[in-house]
């Protein structure tokens, strides 16, 4: 005897594709999430072609993107405001960003003093308005 004699027929994956029916919902997603990567002509040109790793070929092939432009965050401008030497109102930040005042205090306490670790200074000015600046240590 052979091999090809003793060699098993390929198992269907799927009973809907043995019996030539709708697939079942199984099926349509396992269709869903792998026939992309089965039939993306660069993965397919990578293993023709021997490439050690497709994904990384496939990525390689990607055209390059330029660096994305320096755009100004709102966390930006709340900061610039902090910096200067008489630092801002939380009247002045809700100005500049468009928050509500608890979102500013909530940026001020988050970001700014456990994200960044940044040195927040907080003073009451002669006209009874607290104003928020950061301090260099």
Not at 4 to 16: G, L
Not at 107 to 122: Q, Y
Request: overall charge positive.
């Amino acid at each position: 005897m052979t091999n090809a004699a003793i060699r098993r027929p390929d198992r269907v994956r799927f009973r809907s594709a043995a019996l030539g029916t709708k697939p079942s919902r199984t099926r349509r997603r396992h269709e869903k999430y792998t026939e992309p990567a089965l039939g993306d002509p660069s993965m397919i040109e990578a293993v023709a072609t021997g490439s050690p790793d497709p994904v990384e070929a496939s990525v390689s092939q990607a055209p390059e993107q330029s660096a994305p432009s320096s755009r100004c965050t709102k966390a930006d401008i709340v900061l610039s405001l902090l910096q200067t030497e008489q630092g801002a109102s939380i009247a002045r930040l809700m100005e500049a960003t468009g928050w509500q005042a608890h979102s500013v205090r909530g940026f001020l306490s988050a970001e700014v003093l456990k994200k960044r670790g940044l040195n927040l200074v907080s003073a009451v000015g002669s006209n009874g308005e607290r104003r928020y600046r950061i301090d260099a240590r």
